[in-house]
């Protein structure tokens, strides 16, 4: 099975930050997509990409931006971290049916 | 962006009874459609995927597809304590390398002693 891995867990951050969340896959699967989760608002597309340096926006990708120079990673980057980033960010590689999420990371911007 | 709408909930069934579980989208040419499970403060897991009409089985989860009403539903039966969760429906959209999962906002269950 692929195992998915966001490096952090909890992440406190202040306004105006530049902040890096990092997600790495073990299985070298193409698709990989970046989510937010917010309660009432349920999960939200940021950004995903289907290959190396191949991105595409989602449906909320303001304030955001990504990177993927390997097939295995894919970062997402908050350019100045504001309040209301605070979230839940999960990251997903596409499996042979559905997808495979990472334990989550829980960024608090102060 | 496509929509899918599930009910919030949260669902309250007691142990050992049919948990009942519906989502409705709005595209009427999605294909395939996934269920998946998210217990508090942990990512969501796949429990199920159904590609055609009529039912699927797994256990003690039933996945029921209805194209023509556009709904898909999830069964569980004989209830457990460990089934309290929120339950995601999910629909791809986009074709080819570029699709990608919309989910609902989820239904929360609890399944009580």
């Known amino acids: 099975d692929v195992k998915v891995t966001q490096s952090s867990r909890y992440l406190v951050k202040r306004t105006g930050e530049k902040v890096f969340l990092e997600c790495v896959q073990d299985m070298d699967h193409e698709n990989m997509f970046w989510y937010r989760q917010d309660p009432g608002l349920g999960l939200r597309l940021i950004y995903f990409s289907y290959d190396v340096k191949m991105k595409e926006k989602g449906d909320i990708p303001e304030g955001y931006s990504v990177s993927r120079e390997k097939k295995e990673r894919f970062s997402l980057i908050l350019e100045s971290a504001s309040t209301n980033q605070t979230s839940m960010y999960l990251c997903?590689?596409?499996?042979?049916?559905?997808?495979?999420f990472g334990s989550g990371t829980r960024l608090t911007v102060v | 962006q496509k929509e899918v709408e599930q009910n919030s909930g949260p669902l309250s069934v007691p142990e050992g009874a049919i948990a009942s579980l519906n989502c409705t989208y709005s595209?009427?040419?999605?294909?395939?459609f996934f269920w998946y499970r998210q217990y508090s403060g942990k990512s969501p897991e796949l429990i199920m995927f159904i590609y055609s009409n009529g039912d699927k089985e797994d256990g003690r989860f039933t996945a029921q597809l209805n194209k023509a009403s556009q709904y898909v539903s999830l069964l569980i039966r004989d209830s457990q304590p460990s089934d309290s969760a929120t339950y995601l429906c999910?629909?791809?959209?986009?074709?080819?390398?570029?699709?990608?999962?919309?989910f609902g906002t989820g239904t929360r269950l609890q399944v009580t002693l």
């Open positions: 999910a629909v791809p959209y986009g074709g080819g390398t570029a699709s990608k999962l919309t």
């Open positions: 595209d009427r040419g999605s294909q395939s």
């Open positions: 997903a590689t596409r499996t042979g049916n559905g997808y495979t």
